[in-house]
């Protein structure tokens, strides 16, 4: 009863919340504790749908639940990750959260749901393509036998920090950004989730600000996401659990694999927001 009666009044399915909000709860433990950020852009829309198609509470709700998973996933892997790479996103990541706090509050002002909107809709539908393109690139490179090693320039840097900022503030789409940055660099699939972990782990803590300001972290989101903490907790288990269990080989498949997914639908949930 105690759950049951934090759950925000707005979400007029109850069972609905707890077994899909539950899942995607799951699904971002998993990711931060077994595949990197590759599988996380899967459990945004499961969050939409179970706060029947309030996006603005969906992600109100994601952000405490996502800083949760990622305090388990920094202790997790304590110290593995690349601190180097971390601090030479961290200057465009905040600039681009800047930008999507800013794009926000304009929303707001205008009564636009970033979800729903035009600009957004284009945005995602740039990543996607981009993300596939990177999965194609990946398969051919299989399909030829050279696959170097990525070694990013300044410039490189530059923009996937102020994408990833930008879109994680908007709608925390900012998986595939992150996958496409640090994945081909070929670093041991542990230092690659460790150090995904650290940089959501950082970048969440700074977009805490402009929720706040924007009244999207309430009494009624905290208390929602303290309803789907156990699921975080078993998703991270989980997450662990196949982490040690799927061989190198396997886990590049499995990451690019989720890429693709999420790719694919971005694009298709952009094409559909743009032909409505």
């Avoid at 198609?53 to 996502?66: D, Q, T, W």
């Avoid at 979800?115 to 995602?124: D, F």
């Avoid at 490189?156 to 640090?182: D, E, K, N, Q, R």
């Amino acid at each position: 009863m105690l759950a049951l009666s934090l759950i925000p009044q707005g979400i007029p399915d109850t069972a609905l919340f707890l077994i899909v909000g539950s899942l995607a709860a799951m699904v971002f433990g998993m990711s931060k504790t077994g595949f990197g950020s590759g599988v996380s852009i899967l459990a945004v829309p499961l969050m939409i749908y179970a706060c029947s198609h309030k996006a603005a509470l969906a992600v109100g709700i994601m952000l405490p639940i996502l800083i949760v998973a990622d305090y388990v996933a920094v202790i997790s892997w304590w110290k593995k990750w690349s601190v180097r790479t971390v601090a030479a996103l961290l200057p465009s990541t905040i600039a681009g959260i800047v930008l999507g706090g800013a794009a926000l509050a304009i929303f707001r002002q205008m009564k636009i749901n970033p979800k729903t909107s035009a600009a957004n809709a284009w945005l995602m539908l740039g990543i996607g393509i981009i993300a596939l393109g990177f999965v194609a690139l990946h398969v051919v490179n299989r399909f030829i036998g050279r696959i170097d090693a990525f070694r990013p320039r300044k410039r490189h840097t530059l923009v996937a920090g102020t994408a990833a900022g930008f879109t994680s503030t908007l709608a925390h789409a900012a998986g595939p950004v992150i996958t496409m940055y640090l994945l081909p660099q070929k670093r041991s699939k542990g230092a690659y989730v460790a150090t995904t972990a650290l940089f959501f782990w950082t970048a969440n803590q700074i977009k805490l600000m402009p929720y706040l300001c924007l009244n999207m972290i309430n009494t009624e989101t905290l208390g929602a996401g303290l309803v789907l903490m156990p699921a975080i907790i078993v998703g991270a288990f989980l997450g662990r659990f196949l982490h040690h269990r799927v061989g190198p080989t396997q886990f590049t498949v499995i990451v690019y694999v989720l890429l693709a997914i999420a790719g694919g639908h971005m694009c298709y949930k952009a094409v559909d927001q743009l032909t409505q």
